[in-house]
């Protein structure tokens, strides 16, 4: 190995090197479907379009003024002055397709998909037993969902899972006493402009008592140039229930910037436990650009766990409002940044409450100039008391390129509290991978086990099915890694 | 050293290597030759080169070679990297292993054998073979579910190093001071695992500082290594001579401080 180091730095590139060069650009599901849709909205956004949308839809009128309201804080809230403003910049809002609606209609059988549809989950390499699980789940295509089932026993239990426009079509009380309570409109610009054009994403209402056994999953798909994706999600968990969502997309590669900026509300009544799980795998043209944010009443639980690799920019800071005593918060969250990435991720815990507790552990990695920034809050109101709460960021760069930086912010007004930071930045250590290597483990493959070690934590709270497809991913992003 | 085998038995081949770390020579002309079916030993002070040797047969980056020759069953292998050399069949059990926290023991363990092997072993053939091994070197089940050499004591260490050499199978096993840190039973059981790679085919080069291991696994040559070179060998009872006089008589130095475990 010795002399190897000193011969291929001269020569001409290595197979090895051409190879990774081509993984870069050749995104692995940068495929699409031949666009069928019935109808598309102009480019821009426009009152006309908004009103468009909401009549297009059949919304009652207190939806449609909720997003034209919406539309005027858009126009006039100014972009935000932190993150990557460059990149933030760049985004032409004019130049985006706000609705699309496509030629299916909801279906329920699994039969009734279309198979181009069924084409992009066979490419996904969604394993025939994951397929089952299919019968439970929203498969958002474009802006609306084509494919619905809710898996008898969930009916019987009373459990709601339903897209988000059907959901206000069949449960417009429920919907319209919690919607936007959360996440109001006014938040800041990218919630406004997702109250505005909102199409899509779940509602989930669980009645009071009821434990779902299984998660509930979506799967995303951007598929139209310039198109962007408004979901909005809404999880109602009533005292004492529980429920674990579970969201991953991946999303085919288009020469111009696709904007994706959600807003997911969660709900957390006294007693309930909510998780929420993402695996995000935008292609590197993506906007990701996604507000999150739940309440937790008395003794109530939320988990966000939050996996970020892909897209060109992601600013994304799951929230957390502890309001009741004895409410508990965590978010574990991963990051993977590559070449000309940037993941702006972290979390946010506002402690409202006495005795309430937290945990942020959050784990980034960089390679090939890529670029990780955790940016955290955590808040104590005066008078909460006994707040316990522990923040773990961890940043682990594969090369000299790329970059991690921590913003962590406290504010705490309360003088009871016990709060703990700890922040390491690490390089895959040389020592490590000859440990690796000298066992016949290739140096791509060294680095994947080293780095899917580092997102251990992270993967083991994934159902299984899902922490061999992140596993897979990491080893494919890792092909050709350190060169 | 002599060999009496003709060229085909030749495992390795090691000659006038020269080897600098971070600009500072380390090896200053070894010479060795190992043949099939032998047992070598390598003693030597602390700071000698031992590991050094070691490593550079197993390729670590960081160990530049600069001059001379190792040749692997008449291959030359310098420049290879440590992958390569382990799908060759040489393997280290390490002086100090390393730990990699997340990955759990069973899916290391089952990777590096199919990486080895060059295919995918079913998972319940494996799981048989693996449990036999860990039987044989007295590794609890425990230990599959811990992450590798994560917390582990020094000698739980040396018992996972030399149960990945008996899945790996190598031709060409490197264990550099295996012994220490070993307690007395699992020394024996460690030793018997050490004995188990040996065979007519494949060949044993034991790093050590103490006779103790040798008194199981029965070395064909002793070599003592002093200043980066073999400045001795001899056979088996050269260790037990070492063992009772230290170094003095052989590197006509004195000892510049006592030897550590
Ligand atoms: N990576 C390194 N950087 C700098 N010096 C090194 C490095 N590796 C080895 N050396 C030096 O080379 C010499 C030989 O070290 P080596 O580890 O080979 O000794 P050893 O014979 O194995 O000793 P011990 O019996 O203590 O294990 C020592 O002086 C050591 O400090
Ligand atoms: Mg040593």
Redesign the pocket.
Same mark, same amino acid.
């Given at each position: 190995m010795s002399k190897v180091d000193e011969s291929t730095e001269s020569k001409t590139p290595s197979r090895d090197e051409l190879a990774l060069e081509g993984i870069g650009t050749d995104y692995k599901y940068g495929f699409r479907d031949e666009e069928d849709y019935v109808f598309k909205s102009g480019r821009g956004l426009t009152k006309e379009i908004v009103t468009k949308i909401s009549q297009m839809k059949k919304e009652p009128q207190w939806m449609l003024d909720f997003r034209l309201k919406a539309f005027d804080i858009f126009m006039k809230k100014p972009m935000p002055t932190w993150g990557n403003c460059d990149l933030l910049n760049d985004i032409d809002f004019q130049n985006i397709f706000y609705y699309i609606k496509p030629s299916i209609k909801g279906e329920k059988n699994w039969e009734d998909v279309p198979d181009n549809i069924k084409n992009t989950f066979d490419r996904l390499g969604i394993p025939e037993a994951e397929r089952k699980f299919l019968a439970g789940v929203t498969a958002q295509y474009e802006s609306e969902v084509v494919y619905h089932s809710i898996r008898e026993d969930l009916e019987q239990q009373g459990v709601i899972f339903l897209d988000m426009d059907s959901g206000l079509r069949e449960h417009e009380e429920i919907v319209r006493k919690h919607f936007a309570t959360v996440i109001p409109a006014a938040d800041n610009k990218f919630a406004a402009l997702n109250s505005a054009v909102w199409s899509g994403g779940s509602f989930i209402w669980v009645p009071e008592g009821v434990k779902v056994e299984i998660p509930l999953q979506a799967y995303f798909r951007i598929n139209a140039e310039n198109m962007g994706q408004f979901e909005r999600t809404l999880i109602i968990a009533e005292p004492g229930s529980f429920v674990h969502y579970i969201e991953g997309c991946t999303a085919p590669v288009y020469s111009s910037d696709s904007l994706h900026s959600a807003v997911v509300e969660l709900i957390a009544k006294p007693g309930a436990h909510i998780r929420y799980t993402t695996i995000q795998n935008w292609s590197r043209n993506v906007y990701n650009l996604v507000t999150k944010r739940a309440v937790a009443h008395a003794n109530a639980k939320v988990e966000w766990v939050d996996g970020n690799l892909g897209s060109k920019l992601t600013m994304k800071y799951p929230a957390i409002y502890l309001m009741g005593e004895k409410a508990h918060g965590e978010v574990l969250s991963i990051a993977f940044a590559g070449e000309d990435q940037h993941q702006d991720a972290g979390a946010k815990i506002i402690h409202g409450a006495p005795d309430t507790t937290s945990m942020i552990v959050s784990k980034s990695i960089s390679k090939n100039g890529g670029r990780t920034s955790y940016r955290g809050l955590i808040k104590v109101y005066p008078d909460a008391k006994n707040v316990k709460s522990s923040v773990k960021c961890d940043a682990l760069l594969l090369d000299e390129k790329s970059r991690s930086d921590t913003y962590p912010t406290m504010e705490v007004d309360e003088k009871e509290v016990s709060i703990e930071h700890e922040a390491t930045v690490s390089k895959v250590g040389e020592e490590q991978l000859f440990y690796l290597m000298s066992r016949g483990l290739s140096q791509d493959e060294a680095t994947a086990m080293i780095v899917n070690g580092f997102f251990e934590p992270f993967t083991k709270e994934l159902p299984l099915e899902y922490a061999v497809e992140l596993n897979r991913l990491i080893q494919l992003e890792m092909e050709g890694s350190v060169g | 050293m002599t060999a009496s085998n003709s060229n085909s038995k030749r495992i390795l081949e090691i000659i006038d290597l020269h080897v600098k770390? /971070?600009d &500072?020579e +380390?090896?200053k002309g070894v010479n060795l030759t190992i043949n099939a079916g032998e047992v070598h030993a390598i003693m #030597? $002070?602390? #700071?000698? #080169? &031992?590991?050094?040797?070691?490593?550079t047969v197993m390729g670590h980056p $960081?160990?530049k070679v600069t001059g001379g020759q190792m040749l692997y069953k008449g291959q030359e292998i310098s420049e290879m990297s440590p992958d390569e050399r382990c799908k060759l069949g040489i393997s280290l059990a390490f002086?100090y292993p390393v730990a990699i926290s997340g990955v759990s023991v069973s899916n290391f363990l089952r990777k590096i054998t199919n990486s080895k092997r060059g295919k995918e072993i079913p998972v319940k053939e494996f799981r048989q073979e693996l449990k036999a091994a860990m039987a044989k070197l007295g590794v609890k089940d425990e230990f599959l579910s811990r992450y590798v050499n994560d917390g582990f004591s020094g000698g739980e260490k040396k018992r996972l190093e030399i149960l990945q050499l008996s899945l790996l199978k190598p031709s060409l096993a490197v264990l550099? /001071?295996t012994d220490s840190g070993l307690d007395i039973d699992a020394l024996k059981t460690v030793s018997e695992g050490v004995n188990a790679l040996a065979s007519d085919e494949t060949a044993i080069l034991l +790093?050590t500082?103490y006779q103790r291991m040798l008194d199981y696994v029965q070395p064909d040559f002793v070599h003592v290594?002093q200043d #980066?070179k073999i400045v001795t060998s001899g056979g088996k009872e050269l260790a037990l001579e070492l063992e009772s006089r230290g170094y003095d008589w052989v590197t006509g130095e004195p000892a510049s401080e006592p030897? &550590?475990v």
């Open positions: - | 770390v /971070e &500072k +380390i090896l #030597g $002070r602390n #700071g000698s #080169g &031992k590991s050094t040797l070691s490593y $960081r160990y002086q550099d /001071e +790093i500082h290594f #980066g030897a &550590k």
